[in-house]
């Protein structure tokens, strides 16, 4: 699978898992990056495949590509799957930092900036994930359009 995005690797994964349509699943997954347009497709369309799976996908940064300017409606169609799709909070680092980086003895020491940037980067995604119906400002609607 060389080349590949991690998230392309994780579908792969759980692919092999022969997941039970009779069962529930829910899975959280923590990453730097939200999911490129193209990973968001391919994780929308295992979503659909799979209805009994539950996605929840907390990043720690917004990914964009400038050349395509994509993303947005990659993350569109991932929430319009079903996937529910946050930005880290001070909270969600302190909880990765002691379930899979730290022990218990190293205490978690959030850097200048993390809860205005937590901020920031949960109202840029709030507006893409909002339909465009429901914006009122019209300069939201044309930074959400590109122009």
């Known amino acids: 699978h060389g ?9 792969c994964y759980m ?17 730097s990056w939200s999911p490129c347009f193209s990973c968001a497709l391919h994780l929308a369309q295992f ?4 209805p009994n799976l539950r996605l929840c996908i907390f990043a720690a940064r917004l990914y964009f590509c400038k050349e395509k ?16 799709i946050a930005v880290m909070t001070f909270k969600d680092y302190f909880y990765c930092w002691h379930t899979f ?31 465009v119906d429901e914006i009122d400002d019209l300069r939201d609607a044309f930074k959400l359009l590109g122009f």
Do not use: M
Not at 47 to 50: E, G, P
Not at 69 to 82: Q, V
Not at 104 to 126: C, P, Q
């Open 69 to 84: 300017n994509s993303e947005p409606e990659g993350l569109r169609r991932l929430k319009a799957a079903g996937a529910h």
């Open 3 to 11: 080349g590949c995005h991690v998230k392309v690797l994780f579908l």
């Open 101 to 131: 980086v730290a022990s218990r003895d190293r205490e978690f020491k959030a850097w200048e900036g993390l809860n205005a940037n937590s901020v920031r980067l949960a109202r840029k995604l709030r507006r893409i994930l909002q339909p």
């Open 15 to 31: 692919s092999a898992w022969q997941i039970d349509p009779r069962l529930s699943y829910s899975v959280t997954w923590f990453c």
């Open 47 to 50: 979503l659909s495949k799979h």
